[in-house]
């Protein structure tokens, strides 16, 4: 059975599906997360996030300054963001918590 989504009622689903990723903040129709990891840490983290954007058919900007890393996901030319666009956010944190833990 498929559940249809109206406009509405699809907004507050990802709103609420944010609020769980945690360090996560949005701008406009883009979320962004900042993560305190050293090089080979972001080097990793990038692989795993690569395996999964290419699955969701996604392109996420990751970009690596001297002492973290900055990841923003979404078009941020006006289109809303996805479901597909939240779940890489999930990912995204699953990933990082795998990096950083081992």
């Known amino acids: 059975m498929r559940v ?11 709103s609420d599906a ?3 990723l945690s360090g996560w903040t949005r701008e406009g129709e883009q979320i962004r997360r900042t993560l305190a990891i050293d090089d080979t840490q972001h080097a990793a983290l ?3 996030v690569k395996v999964v954007a ?3 058919h996604l392109r996420p900007e990751i970009s ?6 900055q990841i923003r996901v979404g078009h941020g030319n006006g ?17 990082y918590r795998a990096v950083t833990e081992s």
Do not use: C, Q, W
């Open 79 to 95: 289109e809303p963001l996805t479901e597909g666009e939240v779940l890489l956010a999930a990912r995204i944190e699953d990933a």
């Open 64 to 69: 690596r300054s001297p002492d973290s890393t």
């Open 4 to 14: 249809l989504f109206n406009s509405r009622a699809k907004h507050d689903y990802l």
């Open 18 to 20: 944010l609020t769980l």
């Open 54 to 56: 290419d699955a969701l």
């Open 46 to 48: 990038t692989e795993r």
